[in-house]
């Protein structure tokens, strides 16, 4: 199977759950503690809630059936609703949050944007490290061009693509003793803001310009500007050799801490009536920057994506680590989900997103159920053919109609039957969850395109 196919089977990952229970004691998902840490707490019940799909849910991971999940967290309206620890994992123990730590780094980037000691994410990091430091190719045109926003967006044009060298630069960079001279030192493939590429080292570039623009540590600048006004207290850096904290990765935090995360973020950067981050960079960090090209969005160091819960589609944006290290935010629905678990390496770090589909969005959103719509053959017959994936020609789903019932051929070889809900809406179960496909037509009429939606990820296939 090629890239593209695991990652489209990956993206739509929602590994299969067996349906709530109805009825029965909900003793699992019961309003968290109220402790002095800031958070005001209430049952899932109490905001409206459904509380039998998260006792589902978490009855599910008690038993096994989602391995390696350590805490679920749920913020509905302001208010800490659910909140589970498993395997031994507890709400006072900090948990490695891995690229989780970039999200946070994009939200100290705009606040020292905001606050006035960048002048904007177009700057150019020559400036604060010409006369400090050469690169070993000297400072060409492209390294005195790139910019900020082209390490936020993972645009640099570096020749360095951790994803699809199984994290060859950021190994390389742990060798070294200076990981700004190992990140200034990288050859560039491409000009600035052209190429989409994964690079975790780079981003000490732009912790070191923060700090140098504000004439504090990076330490002392998140202390000061965000971690004290939510009552962030357990943040653990990741640290260079000579000393510097890194915006890539490699922060601990307590799950609770990370859900304030979430809070300001979907509470527009207002913490308790005060102004922290301005609407203008989270509205800016969280839409599309840079082409990912994985069924998701890469804004600056935030992913965002939609998928259907019955007729309406959902949009969200979320701080995302290896392992299974998600703060999820619904800014539509006021919503705020955190995940840790142990999934390193491995596609089931992947399954938080059933979970969210399957238990936590219809909990929540408690959508209406869509009913099945009779479509005739002569509606279904417009929809066959075949597709191409937008970004890579070569990866096709085929249409056809069997025995009196649209089906779809996903890229990774399953026969999907899709139920009709309108003449260009269905919906089906495949084997990595719920996938919903909607069928778009030119002014003609003709069916030129599908999109396919999973879990919290959508696909463009063009029709040929």
């Known amino acids: 199977m090629s890239n593209v196919r695991r990652t489209l089977g990956q993206a739509i990952i929602a590994v299969t759950l067996v349906a709530c229970a109805e009825g029965g004691s909900q003793t699992l998902a019961r309003a968290p503690e109220k402790i002095d840490d800031g958070w005001d707490v209430a049952s899932a019940e109490q905001v409206g809630a459904d509380p039998r799909p998260l006792e589902a849910m978490l009855r599910q991971i008690e038993a096994g059936d989602f391995p390696n999940v350590h805490s679920v967290l749920v913020v509905k309206d302001g208010l800490l609703v659910l909140e589970s620890y498993f395997d031994g994992h507890d709400r006072d123990t900090p948990h490695e949050i891995r690229s989780a730590t970039k999200s946070i780094g994009s939200i100290l980037t705009g606040i020292a944007i905001d606050q006035g000691f960048l002048p904007s ?45 199984d994290f060859a630069c950021e190994d390389a960079m742990y060798d070294t003793d200076d990981w700004v001279q190992y990140s200034l030192d990288l050859p560039f493939a491409y000009a ?110 935030w992913q965002r994506g939609e998928t259907f819960i019955g007729s309406e589609k959902v949009t969200a944006f979320w701080a995302s680590g290896n392992g299974g290290q ?54 279904m017959d417009l929809l066959t053919g075949v597709y191409e994936l937008d970004f890579e020609r070569s990866v096709t789903s085929t249409v056809d109609v069997n025995d009196g019932h649209v089906r779809i051929l996903t890229p990774d070889d399953e026969y999907v039957e899709l139920v009709s809900h309108s003449a260009t809406l269905y919906r089906g ?14 002014g003609t009429g003709d069916i030129v395109r599908l999109v396919a939606y999973g879990a919290l990820s959508r696909f463009v296939f063009e029709k040929r």
């Open 326 to 379: 998600l703060i999820l935010v619904f800014p539509g629905h006021d919503l705020v989900a955190v995940f840790t678990a142990g999934n390193y390496n491995d596609p089931l770090a992947g399954q938080a997103f059933g979970m969210l589909g399957q238990f936590i969005l219809p909990a929540f959103l408690q959508p209406t159920p869509l009913e099945e719509v009779k479509v005739s053959k002569g509606e």
């Open 121 to 165: 994410e177009d700057l150019r990091v020559y400036n604060y490290f010409k006369d400090e430091y050469q690169p070993a190719a000297g400072w060409t045109e492209w390294a005195r061009t790139v910019r900020i926003r082209d390490f936020l967006s993972m645009m640099s044009g570096y020749d360095c693509d951790d994803i699809a060298t």
């Open 429 to 442: 179960n495949s084997r990595w969850g719920p996938l919903t496909v909607v069928f778009e037509a030119d």
């Open 192 to 301: 600035p803001g052209e190429h989409w590429a994964y690079n975790s080292s780079s981003l000490i570039l732009v912790g070191e310009a923060i700090a140098r623009g504000s004439g504090m540590t990076l330490e002392e600048f998140a202390n000061v500007y965000l971690f004290e006004p939510l009552g962030i207290e357990r943040y653990e850096w990741a640290y260079s050799p000579r000393g510097r904290a890194w915006i890539g990765g490699g922060s601990e935090m307590v799950p609770r801490e990370m859900a304030k995360i979430g809070k300001l973020m979907v509470d527009g950067g207002v913490w308790n009536g005060e102004r922290v981050l301005s609407e203008d960079w989270i509205e800016k960090s969280t839409r599309k920057q840079g082409e990912y090209r994985a069924g998701v969005d890469y804004g600056f160091l």
